[in-house]
């Protein structure tokens, strides 16, 4: 058996999440994982996924990019990162290929919120930001804004109107960037009658 530094060690080697297969390779039989679940060390993800339990760590962003590396923050998650919104949303807002699978979004922990893309529209406008010490997948800030046009009539009108208003203001803002999306996701009509009249 082995001992509980070494069993770290695996799970170091995967950023702290591993699924079962990576446990079998690595000799880690089913009755010690069960105690060191038991122990306190590490916690059942979802089926399938286990990660090391830190203490230390109590963001949700790092379950979120291991659990989802090819997620791209989005919407209500954006906002609030970019200081669009002052609220915490309840949900992580992540954008994936449509294609992808969507059972795996049915977890208990950490509330997730998908967004299913065209793959030619998936990563437009991507980047990438910092939240809590991870680097994080997230739209730009002129792709975010073509999005809460694109679901206006599903988002909190408060919410809304105050994304617009700070995109406006935002003096980082890219307008050909923005027109470019528009186009990509056919919003070009929306842009010109919400944000057209302030530039």
Same mark, same amino acid.
């Given at each position: ?11 170091? #080697? ?83 290929? #449509? ?13 997730? #919120? ?86």
């Amino acid at each position: 058996m082995m001992t509980i530094e070494e069993c770290k060690k695996i799970f170091d #080697k995967y950023g702290g999440m591993v699924r079962s297969k990576h446990l079998q390779e690595a000799n880690i039989q089913y009755r010690q994982l069960q105690k060191l679940i038991e122990q306190g060390y590490v916690e059942k993800v979802r089926y399938g996924y286990y990660q090391w339990v830190d203490h230390n760590d109590l963001s949700e962003i790092g379950v979120v990019t291991r659990l989802f590396p090819d997620a791209i923050l989005c919407m209500d998650t954006a906002l609030q990162h970019y200081g669009y919104s002052d609220r915490t949303p309840c949900e992580w807002h992540v954008a994936v290929n #449509k294609y992808s699978g969507r059972s795996r979004f049915n977890i208990d922990y950490p509330f997730v #919120k998908p967004y299913y893309y065209e793959p030619h529209i998936h990563e437009l406008g991507l980047t990438f930001s910092e939240i809590d010490g991870y680097q994080v997948r997230i739209y730009d800030k002129d792709r975010l804004i073509c999005d809460c046009l694109r679901y206006r009539n599903k988002m909190d009108k408060e919410i809304f109107n105050k994304a617009i208003q700070s995109y406006i203001a935002d003096p980082s803002k890219n307008i050909p960037n923005l027109l470019e999306y528009a186009a990509a996701l056919r919003v070009k009509a929306r842009v010109k009658e919400l944000i057209g009249v302030w530039l």
